[in-house]
T-cell receptor, first 116, second 113 residues
Framework: NAGVTQTPKFQVLKTGQSMTLQCAQD?????MSWYRQDPGMGLRLIHY???????DQGEVPNGYNVSRSTTEDFPLRLLSAAPSQTSVYFC???????????????FGQGTRLTVV | AQKITQTQPGMFVQEKEAVTLDCTYD???????LFWYKQPSSGEMIFLIY??????QNATEGRYSLNFQKARKSANLVISASQLGDSAMYFC??????????FGKGNQVVVIP
């Protein structure tokens, strides 16, 4: 079972460069999300999607773009990397579920990004 | 905006003892879900336990139980009979009525032999 696959695992960027973090899931989950994790801040929601063609902003969306052309893929694009975007990025997916149902999120292994 | 609060500093717990991790939340939604995740030093996020807002009984999963007090908006995690492998960061999370999943800042637990 592949689950949620994130690539790359590590990346170093120079300020101003752009790149795309890839996320793919093979569980046919409707919901997918991107989080960033910084020391002492927990996981903060960047963008999320409730299905193909639908995306919305989370808590910290500035500097990031997303698209959801298929159910399986949810790439995160850094348009012009800044040192403040140095972080660990997690992609997560979960099923829609019904009211009150446990819809646990499945996480990728994370991408450690450093912007110099 | 929803808010999840975990305020305890790093905790040391003796092996085989129980530990309680506090989590309070703020929401105006009637339907929501509460989750606890474990993040060991290796970095992966591991789902532990779930409590739905309409569940009348506290959730349990093995050594994990969730003390759900809806009126107080608290969802504390209890780990019984701590093991060395329980040393990790623990995150409380809430799924709101718009199906967004938001996390608290986490509690660090260190189990000592």
């Amino acid at each position: 079972n592949a689950g949620v696959t994130q690539t790359p695992k590590f990346q170093v960027l120079k300020t101003g460069q752009s790149m795309t973090l890839q996320c793919a899931q093979d569980m046919n989950h409707e919901y997918m999300s991107w989080y960033r994790q910084d020391p002492g801040m927990g996981l903060r929601l960047i963008h999320y999607s409730v299905g193909a063609g639908i995306t919305d902003q989370g808590e910290v969306p500035n500097g990031y773009n997303v698209s959801r052309s298929t159910t399986e893929d949810f790439p995160l694009r850094l348009l012009s990397a800044a040192p403040s975007q140095t972080s660990v990025y997690f992609c997560a997916s979960r099923p829609r579920g019904v009211q009150n149902q446990n819809t646990e999120a499945f996480f990728g292994q994370g991408t450690r990004l450093t912007v110099v | 905006a929803q808010k999840i609060t975990q305020t305890q500093p790093g905790m040391f717990v003796q092996e085989k003892e129980a530990v309680t991790l506090d989590c309070t939340y703020d929401t105006s939604d009637q339907s929501y879900g509460l989750f606890w995740y474990k993040q060991p030093s290796s970095g992966e996020m591991i789902f532990l336990i779930y409590q739905g807002s309409y569940d009348e009984q506290n959730a349990t999963e093995g050594r994990y139980s969730l003390n759900f007090q809806k009126a107080r908006k608290s969802a504390n995690l209890v780990i019984s009979a701590s093991q060395l492998g329980d040393s990790a960061m623990y995150f409380c999370a809430m799924r709101d009525g718009n199906n967004r999943l938001a996390f608290g800042k986490g509690n660090q637990v260190v189990v000592i032999p």
